[in-house]
């Protein structure tokens, strides 16, 4: 399917407005599930729907990696909101903005590392492929898969490291 960058903007468009809902909702998701829960649910979903999106091909649909790439941003979104959440609870009142700093530096840093060192590895896989005799449509969906799985994989882990190693905090006898 060929569409025009105007249509494919308003499309994926689509994931914006889920953005900002998924956004206004999380903290209703937070109060049902509770922060950590919230946490795991985020990153699964956002691991298992990046992890999907490497079963598309330069054939398929984009309204398959619209619904992927949404829902996996929605993941993402709420795994950021319940790690603020769970990062600052039982923080005393003083040092609330010192912690929301330090969650954000994490979450920035994280980024600054992450989206480079993940086009790296799609960049050099993809210059290893043309380098093969591999065509560029090919050699280019090799890379995007390469670092898709490798987001997907980090991010499960990130999950199995969270439930491995997130406790709920006990209650304490006094001051």
């Known amino acids: 399917m060929r569409l025009s960058a105007l249509r494919t903007g308003l499309l994926f468009g689509v994931q914006g407005v889920v953005s900002a809902v998924a956004g ?9 599930l509770g922060a950590r829960r919230t946490l795991l649910t985020g990153l699964l979903l956002q691991a298992g729907f990046t992890a999907g999106l490497l079963g598309l091909g330069t054939g398929t649909g984009m309204w398959l990696a619209l619904i992927g790439v949404t829902f996996a941003g929605l993941g993402h979104l709420w795994a950021i909101i319940s790690y ?3 990062a600052t609870s039982g923080v005393p009142d003083a040092e609330q903005g010192l912690a929301t700093g330090l969650v954000t530096s994490s979450r920035q840093v994280g980024i600054t590392l992450g989206i480079p060192l993940l086009s790296a590895v799609a960049t050099a896989r993809v210059t ?8 560029f449509a090919e050699a280019t969906l090799g890379g ?3 670092g898709l799985g490798l987001d997907a994989a980090l991010v499960a882990v990130v999950a199995v490291l969270v439930t491995a190693g997130l406790r709920t905090p006990r209650a304490t006898r006094g001051d």
Do not use: F, N, W
């Not at 206004?24 to 049902?32: E, R, Y």
């Open 144 to 146: 995007i898969k390469l």
């Open 24 to 32: 206004l909702v999380a903290p209703k998701v937070i109060a049902l």
């Open 84 to 86: 603020g959440v769970t």
């Open 128 to 135: 290893a492929l043309r380098t093969a005799g591999s065509g």
